[in-house]
């Protein structure tokens, strides 16, 4: 589906009944990964609507040479919440990287409506000279694989994918490599690095829902060590830092994340 947003055409679609689940993908990406890897864990689970959309520029979402930056961007998620959702009605919230930067966004602005929050290797500074990053490490390697890759593949997800096996190669391939192309390299230029103009992580009070942040011990894109500095927000939060896993976690350790992200909607009241 297609809904205007800030003279931006916004695509969305809308999975199940029930409690609506707000999922906001990563920068320069679109819906798919969070898709692919949330719908697994709602399966077997009546109760939730969720919500995945392609934010401005990315996937098959329009773009908009207005949106100059984090707080246009988070705008834009603002209203369209507020459109795909009838107005004061509570929802659940995920976030994927810069849309878990997005996602505290959304919380300080609705945090009297959100639920439970799931924060998935977020960015907590978006300017990347801000953040504390750990020294790459390559845990699994199929050499096979990597050695039948062209140069641009092995480039991909080298420095990036700490296990780089076949399985965790080709979901990355089906959910990250197709979206990558269909991004607006004008738009994401246009937001990078730009922070919000407010102080996202100083709330007046902490969240007290059900909150799950999920992180990579060696994610050189994101980090882990700023996540543990906003952990005291979140009065009910289970922060895990995974081993062997980087910046998709969700790829190289799905069993635990899955586990994880299970246990935590277990504490979301339907």
Not at 47 to 66: A, C, E, H, K, V
Not at 156 to 161: E, M, V
Not at 214 to 237: M, Q, T
């Amino acid at each position: 589906m297609i809904q205007k947003i800030c003279d931006t055409d916004i695509f969305y679609e809308s999975v199940g009944q029930g409690l609506p689940v707000i999922n906001i993908h990563g920068y320069g990406i679109d819906h798919s990964t969070l898709k692919a890897s949330l719908e697994p864990v709602f399966a077997d689970r009546k109760g939730f609507q969720r919500i995945y959309f392609d934010l401005p520029g990315m996937g098959r979402s329009g773009t908009n040479p207005r949106i100059l930056s984090s707080d246009d961007m988070l705008e834009v998620v603002l209203q369209f919440i507020d459109h795909v959702i009838p107005q004061g009605q509570p929802f659940v919230l995920t976030g994927l990287s810069y849309g878990g930067y997005l996602a505290r966004g959304v919380l300080r602005s609705m945090g009297d409506r959100v639920r439970a929050l799931l924060l998935i290797c977020p960015v907590i500074g978006f300017r990347r000279d801000h953040r504390q990053l750990p020294v790459f490490r390559l845990w699994e390697r199929d050499e096979d694989l990597v050695s039948a890759m062209h140069p641009d593949e092995f480039e991909t997800i080298d420095q990036f994918l700490t296990i780089q096996t076949k399985p965790v190669w080709e979901r990355f391939n089906q959910e990250i490599t197709p979206s990558l192309a269909l991004s607006d390299p004008g738009l994401l230029e246009q937001i990078r690095d730009t922070e919000f103009s407010f102080e996202v992580d100083a709330p007046k009070s902490p969240f007290d829902n059900p909150c799950l942040i999920l992180l990579g011990r060696h994610d050189v894109a994101v980090g882990y060590k700023d996540a543990l500095k906003i952990y005291d927000n979140f009065s009910d939060a289970t922060l895990v830092v995974l081993g062997r896993a980087g910046h998709c976690l969700q790829m190289e350790q799905s069993e635990l994340f899955c586990a994880h992200v299970r246990s935590w909607l277990d504490q979301i009241i339907l």
